[in-house]
């Protein structure tokens, strides 16, 4: 069977990438990575919640603690407040530096121990935050540099099948192949219950808004 190694961060996104990988055939091999950011048990939970739903024939749990220490993001620094007023323009404060060239990196090396032929990572360009690192144009750089950084006869493509598509159309493509959104977490700020003002709060509830559909998650306002 074709393997795929599936990126899953907790969120709707990546559940719902790793959700389609699943449906074209793929054995799923998950993998998650605890950074140090704020809701990092929450994001953990509903990671093996969907691993399970998966039935993933592998799953990888790695600690990544130097984002902490490198800070300069609100996700991974306590002194640097998570933006409620809204989306901001250009790249927000919620960016961590290159943190998907990081985790793609440690995603090929997994794939490549596993022969495994596709990444899938759950990046939205058009309807994201503002982060650099979630663009159609940057992900296939780094999936030429992985393919030249290892052995001849891995061939590895990386899959982002939600790239171009809007939070509305990723809440109804959820709905439709079942994908369970009670084990999904996109807050950046709290774990007990969503805070409902974050820019991720905001993207997601705007998404289930438009696609008339109820969010199964719990918000605080």
């Known amino acids: 069977m074709k393997k795929a190694v599936c990126i899953i961060s907790g969120g709707m996104d990546s559940a719902v990438a790793a959700a389609l990988a699943k449906r074209e055939g793929y054995e799923i091999i998950a993998v998650h990575f605890n950074y140090g950011q704020r809701t990092e048990g929450k994001e953990l939970e509903c990671f093996r919640r969907l691993t399970q739903d998966l039935e993933a024939a592998e799953h990888y749990e790695i600690d990544l603690p130097f ?49 495994a032929e596709a990444i899938v990572i759950g990046v939205v360009e058009e309807d994201s935050s503002g982060y650099p690192d979630c ?13 030249l950084g290892t052995k001849e006869e891995t061939r590895i ?23 369970d959104l009670s084990h999904t977490w996109s807050c950046y700020r709290d ?18 808004e438009e696609a ?3 969010d199964p998650i719990r918000y605080r306002r």
């Not at 171009?164 to 709905?175: C, F």
């Open 67 to 115: 984002f902490s220490q490198i800070g300069a993001s609100a996700l991974t620094d306590p002194s640097i407040e998570v933006p409620t007023e809204g989306i901001e323009a250009g790249v927000p404060v919620t960016y961590v530096p290159f943190r998907n060239g990081i985790f793609l990196s440690i995603a090929a090396a997994i794939a490549e121990k596993h022969g």
């Open 135 to 147: 663009r159609e144009s940057y992900i296939r750089a780094m999936e030429r540099a992985i393919n």
């Open 157 to 179: 493509h990386i899959e982002m099948p939600l790239v171009h598509l809007k939070k509305s159309e990723i809440v109804s493509t959820a709905l439709e192949i079942g994908v």
């Open 191 to 208: 774990e007990e219950e969503a805070c409902g003002v974050c820019d991720s709060c905001r993207l997601r509830l705007q998404g289930f």
């Open 212 to 214: 008339g559909a109820k």
